[in-house]
């Protein structure tokens, strides 16, 4: 009996081991086939192909290509010479009293204008020694994240003026009439639109056009009534409504700024404090005899000598004794940037600077350069922010502020601070 016992015991014990030897076994298989499948899929992974088809490797492409096109720039239109600008970036905001704009990449629209070549030299060269400085290399000699900087800025200026016009002008008619579009000069060979501001270097720019239309190739020699009466450009307005709406469209848009009571002090001193016969028989007289108490008969009868004073009184009367003029009209009246989508909207305060620019985007000879001379009253001040602020002394706070409010929407759209030290 006890030796029955203990064989069962035995068998028992054995039977253990085998179940734990077949289980360690199949333990050891299990791992080994883990294994091998790991090392296959392994081998798959190292030799297929790579596909940047993840989410990262997207992004990643992309990023890239967006470095390509920012900086590889394609244009149907040839490449001209890009002005060499002065190191200092100051000069970007000049005395223009801009306020900060801050970092604005570059729009198609200017990306279209845009052609990559080497940089006009200021200096007075043929055009032969021109076109052998413009086998200089383009890296070395133009100053790229300052062009780029100028050029941001010009765009924030157009969508400042859109921005300001959704907000404060929708409701006006986006239909182009005759009368809106007077103002405009047109130069057919460059395919320019430049809307005059008077006070803003517009006779320099008409002597400009008229250089790039053939009419003469030097700008020196144009006197001011020949820029302004010889009827050498043509108006958009006189074009019928197909000509108009074809050259809205397919032309560089271009008008220029200036600081609005700069602007407004430099036209009272050109047109009332020095000789000219139209405006003090036209505006002087009316404005003397509704404004001035106990005026002599000559002051009526010559209209000369109308104070600064005066001229703010007329300029803020609703009932005005004669019409505005182009002059001191709002730039925004002038020019209607609200209808007109405007491609370049430069300043006078870096009218060297952007003329530049602009002359070489419409592709303009490579000596041609914005004449800087004053043939009118050339011995008076430039007007200045300085001497603007004595003028503006001559007047009450109330018409100081007035005044302001006159300009307002100018002061807005074209980014001009408010100027305070006139002001207060």
Partial sequence: MVGKIGRMSLDS???????????FLFLLLFTAGGLLVFLQHLTKWETAPQHSDTKLDG???????????????????????????????QLVMGGSQEQDLGSQRISKKHRKLLKTSPPMQRTNTSPSSSS???LTSFSRLFPLQHWRKLLGILERRRQIIKKMCAKYKSNVSKTVTQDQVRNIFVEDKHKVLYCQVPKAGCSNWKRTLMVLAGVTSDPQ???????????????????????????????????????PFERVVSAYRDKFENP???????????????????????????????????????????????GIDIHWEPTNQVCNPCLIDY?????????????DLLLRLVGAPRNLTLPK?????????RTSMKLTQKYFERIGALERQRMYDFYYMDYLMFNYSKPYQVLY
Avoid at 62 to 81: A, F, W
Avoid at 343 to 355: L, P, S
Avoid at 373 to 381: G, H, I, V, Y
Wanted: aromatic share 12%.
């Fill in 59 to 89: 992004i990643l492409q992309r990023s890239r290509e967006d470095k390509v096109v920012d900086v590889m720039v394609p244009s149907p239109i040839s490449p001209i010479q890009l002005p060499q600008f002065c190191k200092s970036e």
């Fill in 343 to 355: 491609d370049f909207i430069g300043k006078f305060e870096n009218m060297e600077e952007e003329a």
């Fill in 13 to 23: 014990q054995c039977g253990r081991r085998r179940k734990l030897n077949y289980l």
């Fill in 132 to 134: 052998s400085s413009s």
């Fill in 221 to 259: 020699s144009i006197t001011h009534d020949t820029a302004h009466f010889g009827n050498f450009l043509k108006t958009l307005n006189s074009f019928d409504r197909q000509g108009i709406m074809r050259r809205l469209n397919s032309y560089t848009k271009v008008m220029f700024v200036r600081e």
């Fill in 276 to 322: 000219n016969d139209y405006y003090h028989k036209g505006f002087g007289r009316p404005i003397i005899s509704k404004y001035r108490p106990n005026a002599t008969k000559s002051a009526l009868a010559s209209g000369n000598g109308v104070t600064f004073q005066e001229f703010v009184q007329y300029l803020l009367d609703v009932h005005r004794p004669v």
């Fill in 373 to 381: 001379f004053k043939d009118r009253n050339s011995s008076d001040e």
